[in-house]
């Protein structure tokens, strides 16, 4: 750190994101991307008359994006900010609402703490449950800004929307931020309780389930008031914060809800299949309904099972969280890398590798 570092963020601990390795080419179960490749319906949009744009300055109000949300999810586009990447819709939230303090689960996106770290917000971790659930009654009524990832991360464990509406229903003087990352792969959005709760942002991104991680796009949808709120931190931050092109993509590939639909079936059918195979090698396997499963060698330690896998060409996550340093997390790839996966993992409990 240098000395002119401002001493208000001292102690600030940045997010570590998952490997993006150069050095071979590895199977990557690492960083939950989608194994599949964008909607053709997105990617034909580049074309040199939208290059010939990148000389004018974004549209800061993203209007075609917000019109393609809205339509699909069934709002009005003043119900829709979009961002780059869901982590600055989630950034934008945790600097308009977080001044009373913030609590979320011990276990869960670790971008949380960082972002209370960096605007100078108190937090509280909830602990999980012993099965990693989130237990519901500890988040009525608790007096600060609840964030919740749903299904949660690392976890990959859903909630049911009965369950978010208590917890908004619970918190009314306070806002409830559900990160709805993995929400595609079999979840319920929470996205049809903005009109009868004004205290709700959903959020959510196009970097999972629609296979646009390098696109860098995200957006929050909620009440009205809230999206001016957040409107006024993006405006006194970065009004231009989607480029052209992925404002673009993004607009055509939120319409395309067959081959989202598509592409989650096929994550869906895999991670059943995974979650098979890991059983049937005496492993652990929490319920996940996200593109990834957390899970647990029956006689290795995670760090072991990390270490065996990358050797031999294929990268997961081992999570930093001390709670769930057994397991590893492991993203669904296609249906031939999730069989070259489980086959490495055999060979390996088989002393063969
Ligand atoms: C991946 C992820 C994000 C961030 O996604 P981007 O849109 O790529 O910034 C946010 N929240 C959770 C829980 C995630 O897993």
């Given amino acids: 750190m240098s000395r002119f570092f401002s001493n208000k963020l001292d102690g600030l601990q940045p997010y570590v994101p998952g490997e993006q390795p150069r050095d071979r080419k590895y199977i990557k179960l690492n960083t939950n991307e989608n194994p599949y490749v964008p909607s053709e319906c997105a990617t034909s949009c580049i074309n040199t008359a939208l290059l010939e744009e990148l000389r004018l300055y974004s549209d800061p109000t993203c209007g075609e994006l917000c019109q393609s949300i809205a339509d699909v999810y069934g709002v009005e586009p003043q119900n829709v900010l979009p961002t780059n990447g869901s982590d600055e819709a ?51 009524g608790v007096g600060r800004t609840v964030v919740l990832a749903n299904p949660n991360a690392q976890t990959g464990i859903c909630l049911q929307l009965k369950d978010i509406e208590r917890i908004v229903a619970g918190n009314p003087d306070n806002i409830v931020v559900i990160d709805e990352a993995y929400i595609d792969f079999g979840g319920e959005s929470a996205v049809r309780l903005i009109d009868k709760y004004d205290n709700l942002v959903v959020v959510h991104t196009f970097s999972k389930s629609r296979a646009l991680a390098g696109a860098r796009v995200g957006y929050a949808i909620a009440d009205e008031k809230l999206i001016a709120d957040l409107n006024r931190v993006k405006y006194s931050f970065n009004p231009y914060n989607v480029n052209s092109i992925s404002a673009a993509l993004a607009s055509r590939a939120v319409r395309d809800t067959r081959y989202l639909k598509e592409l989650s079936d096929r994550v869906i059918a895999t991670r059943a299949v995974l979650s098979r195979g890991l059983t049937e090698l005496g492993y652990t396997v929490v319920p996940s309904l996200a593109n990834f499963v957390l899970a647990k060698s029956p006689t290795m330690t995670g760090e072991q099972v990390y270490c065996a896998l990358k050797q031999n060409g294929i990268l997961v996550r081992l999570p930093s969280e001390p709670r769930i340093s057994d397991y590893v997390r492991i993203t669904i790839g296609t249906e031939e890398q999730t069989d070259a996966l489980l086959a490495a993992l055999k060979a390996i409990h088989n002393g063969e590798l």
Avoid: M, R, W
């Avoid at 276990?107 to 237990?135: M, S």
């Fill in 90 to 140: 989630l950034a934008f939230c945790f600097a308009a609402f977080c001044g009373n303090g913030v609590v979320f689960p011990d276990v869960t996106y670790g971008f949380y703490k960082v972002f209370c770290g960096l605007f100078c917000a108190e937090y509280e971790q909830i602990p999980l449950n012993h099965d990693f659930t989130v237990e519901v009654s500890k988040y009525i």
